[in-house]
């Protein structure tokens, strides 16, 4: 079986499954402090799922990434394993709306046991195709100690369910959270990672993030220009994020391009950025629903801002694992002092200024992503200027 489109069509399936899941949580109908806290339990669940199914997409990608075979037998318990997986989304909904019931705690819980217990047989299909590297999928994939952490953490959690159902979703983000943890502390620190596979489910989650954006947009309830209108400041709101993460997608695109070394420490930045990127949709529709109130821009411009780190963390890291492509790194991953300023200074100008002028969250925005068009602008006649030398000097040195 081809292995690449094989891991591309189960990229694609865990893009979709994993982006879906902020679609629950959709934007209060009161713009107070209150209604976004009763949404805690939406959040709680959507951390947990997300860091859930990242963590074992990077499982599956080392195990997939090493095996010789791909059998129609690894293909069926593969196919297993992605329809429990499908499930996350419904009971992190239903979960999320009633954080403090028996039921959909457990539920929530039982089926990310099942989704284990299908990866586990991932894993011993993958043996039974590959008898050879047996070791090797379990150092990768289901290791002893693997294998105690994840089995341990559910136990405890069924066990305490009963008394204390909430314990389901803290279960779940403390698994997450061990997952990376654990891929961070010992020799998988520094493993590589598959760099095309990366990007293009990065890309697959981008490009579903920036498409939910235009599901804030409801259809006129009438037929005149005013019924048309009435959507005017949430298509505002759209375009504006919109925008925004094309831009990012091409920063991101710019970083990535010139590093040849990516490792686990750079896949967990890279989920943190994807965890606020994801975030967009709902927060612009919460800033398009209530343009002029506080706490919506504050809330829009707070997650621009823990985006915003979260990539400078991932430039850094790619700095230090890239040596040789540092100028570069620096200057697109905004490292340097312009760049940096213009990012983190307009930033906390919309945030002090959305006190005095709430609207001010959505324009300084609009600012931030057109500053970025011109510098990337720049920066790509710029490069293009050095191709062409390049290339009439080769052309040159050829002719003499």
């Given at each position: ?6 891991t ?17 949580i ?13 949404q ?12 859930l199914?990242?963590a074992t997409?990077y ?10 075979h ?8 593969n196919?297993?394993w992605?329809?429990?997986?499908s ?7 239903w ?9 959909p705690e457990?539920?929530f ?13 991932l894993?011993?299909?993958l043996?039974v ?5 047996r ?8 290791s002893?100690?693997?294998?105690t952490?994840?089995?341990?953490i559910?136990?405890l959690?069924?066990l ?7 314990a ?11 997952s ?5 502390r010992?020799n ?8 095309s596979r990366?990007i ?24 005149h ?5 009435s959507?005017g ?14 831009i ?5 695109h710019?970083?990535?391009n010139g590093a040849?070394?990516i490792?686990t ?22 800033v398009?629903?209530f ?9 829009y ?11 400078t963390?991932?430039?850094h ?9 540092d100028?570069h790194i620096q200057?697109?991953g905004?490292?340097?002092g312009?760049?940096?300023l ?10 002090v ?5 709430p ?5 300084v925005?609009?600012l ?7 510098r990337?602008?720049?920066d790509a ?5 050095i ?6 000097e080769?052309?040159?040195?050829t002719r003499?």
């Amino acid at each position: 079986m081809n292995k690449e489109r094989f891991t591309g069509f189960s990229d694609a399936i865990i893009a979709i499954e994993v982006t879906i899941l902020i679609l629950e949580i959709e934007a209060p109908e009161h713009a107070t402090l209150s209604a976004v806290l009763n949404q805690a339990g939406s959040f709680a669940a959507f951390i947990a799922s997300f860091l859930l199914m990242m963590a074992t997409w990077y499982f599956h990608h080392n195990i997939i990434n090493a095996a010789h075979h791909i059998t129609f037998s690894v293909y069926l318990a593969n196919t297993l394993w992605i329809f429990v997986m499908s499930l996350f989304p419904f009971a992190t909904a239903w979960v999320g709306r009633y954080p403090f019931a028996f039921l959909p705690e457990c539920l929530f819980v039982s089926v990310t046991l099942v989704w284990m217990l299908a990866y586990s047989f991932l894993v011993h299909s993958l043996i039974v195709a590959n008898p050879e590297q047996r070791f090797e999928f379990y150092a990768l994939g289901n290791s002893r100690i693997n294998l105690t952490w994840r089995y341990g953490i559910i136990g405890l959690v069924l066990l305490i369910l009963p008394w204390w159902p909430v314990a389901g979703i803290l279960g779940q983000i403390s698994l997450g959270i061990a997952s990376a943890v654990l891929t961070l502390r010992n020799n998988n620190r520094h493993q590589k990672i598959n760099k095309s596979r990366l990007i293009a489910f990065t890309d697959g989650i981008i490009a579903i993030i920036v498409t939910l954006l235009v599901l804030q947009l409801a259809v006129p309830s009438g037929i005149h220009i005013q019924n048309l209108f009435s959507q005017g400041i949430k298509f505002v709101a759209y375009a504006i994020s919109f925008l925004f993460i094309m831009i990012v997608w091409y920063n991101h695109h710019d970083l990535f391009n010139g590093a040849k070394m990516i490792t686990t420490v750079v896949y967990w930045d890279n989920v943190v950025w994807l965890l606020f990127l994801s975030l967009f949709p709902y927060v612009t529709a919460f800033v398009g629903e209530f343009p002029n109130k506080r706490l919506p821009e504050w809330l829009y411009v707070i997650v621009q801002l823990c985006w915003s780190l979260s990539y400078t963390k991932m430039a850094h890291d790619l700095r230090r694992l890239n040596p040789e492509d540092d100028a570069h790194i620096q200057f697109v991953g905004k490292l340097n002092g312009y760049n940096a300023l213009a990012l983190y200074g307009g930033l906390i100008i919309a945030f002090v200024m959305v006190y005095f002028i709430p609207v001010s969250g959505l324009v300084v925005t609009i600012l931030l992503a057109i500053f970025n068009v011109i510098r990337a602008w720049q920066d790509a006649r710029h490069h293009e200027k050095i191709q062409l030398a390049e290339k009439q000097e080769a052309h040159h040195g050829t002719r003499e």
